[in-house]
């Protein structure tokens, strides 16, 4: 099936109810531990015209066939949350989402209200951000302009952002992080990602499945929780990605492309839609958003009312509830640290 640049007509988001992609998500099935070897982590895989079944990350390359080409996201997660302090004592939390063309960066502050435009907040005594005024203000969320002032010191306090619903801060980056992370800007990992070793790697070069890669910094465009009551009133944040001109060559001719996570699709689908190898994305796909490039995605299970689910429901339609459904019953694992499904995208091959 071809994949051409640029083609489609413009996407507009249906002004769908978000109660539509929700789903009751017991605390219990929410994975706390990243599973060890990192390819034990179990897959639901849904193909095409075939029953459910149950296998392994590590089971990847038997799954799919020679000439396939997986692509994934090689952002790296950066050491973004900062623990700070006012110059009173107080306590506030930085959270670095990217940097901007004029050298200062967009954060999210925490307390916001309390901080005023030009503060200067402190680590061990030393003044290392000064924050500014409000960017955006959207949803309960305002992002803030912040200025480093001391870089090196910010690259040594900075910790891994893991998700606040994990309640623990005790994992280390490393283990938030791809295998094959090489550029760092993501504020959140690009989580189907995390499930591939150096032996699910080496698996698929031998069958003949070869692997590229993009980019897309994961930031709050992934995931920010939708407060809006239909998705054409959740304002999508805009995230950086980058596509080589020499892998999207390879995409275009592939016999099927194998997106690793969400991030992989949204870039594909972007790149698709405006015809732009690199920019930013504020793509959120939906339910009536064809997808032109992607044809089959390994993928976490996500949070209820989210735009992950409605871009997995984008992807298979209304099976996505019968697929989360047999997860929950079958004790699968959810969220950032859980298992994953292989899905084939409807529409597709």
């Keep these: 099936m071809a994949r051409g640049r640029g083609a489609r007509e413009a996407w507009q988001v249906p002004a769908l109810s978000v ?23 179990r897959l639901l895989v849904a193909r095409r015209g075939a029953p459910v079944a149950h296998a392994r990350v590590a089971d990847l390359a ?24 006012r110059s009173s004592g107080g306590a506030v939390e930085v959270l670095l989402l990217r940097q901007l063309p004029d050298g200062t960066a967009e954060a999210l502050v925490r307390p916001n209200r309390r901080v005023r435009a030009g503060e200067r907040l402190l680590a061990d005594g030393v003044e290392v951000v ?14 803030r302009a912040v200025r480093v002032l001391d870089p090196e010191r910010v690259a040594s306090i900075g910790v891994a952002p893991l998700p606040p619903y994990l309640g623990r801060q005790d994992i280390p980056l490393e283990r938030y992080q791809t295998v094959f992370a090489r550029r760092p800007g993501s504020v959140a990992a690009p989580t189907a990602g995390l499930h591939l070793d150096e032996v699910v790697l080496a698996d698929l070069a031998a069958r003949g499945i070869d692997v590229v890669r993009i980019v897309l910094h994961v930031g709050l465009g992934t995931f920010w929780p939708v407060t809006a009551a ?41 790149v698709a839609l405006t015809g732009e190898l690199a920019g930013e ?11 032109q490039v992607v044809d089959t995605v390994l993928t976490n299970f996500h949070q209820p009312r989210s735009t992950l689910i409605a871009l997995v429901a984008a992807m298979v339609g209304d099976r996505w509830r019968e697929l989360y459904s047999v997860a929950l019953a079958e004790g699968y694992r959810f969220l950032s640290f859980g298992d994953a499904m292989l899905v084939d995208v409807e529409g597709r091959r």
């Design 281 to 291: 994305s504020r793509l959120l796909i939906a339910p009536g958003f064809r997808l």
């Design 230 to 270: 239909t998705l054409a009133g959740h304002p999508m944040h805009a995230e950086s990605y980058e596509v080589d001109p020499a892998t999207w060559a390879r995409i275009e001719g592939a016999k099927r492309v194998v997106a690793i996570g969400t991030t992989v699709v949204r870039t594909l689908e972007t």
């Design 62 to 85: 038997r799954l799919l066939e020679p000439g396939d080409l997986v692509v994934v996201n090689e952002s790296a997660v950066v050491p973004a949350r900062l623990h700070l302090q």
């Design 130 to 143: 000064e924050v500014g005024g409000a960017l955006e203000a959207v949803e309960g969320m305002t992002i």
């Design 19 to 41: 109660d539509a992609f929700d789903y009751d998500l017991p605390a219990e099935a929410i994975a706390h531990d990243p599973i060890e070897p990192r390819r034990a982590a």
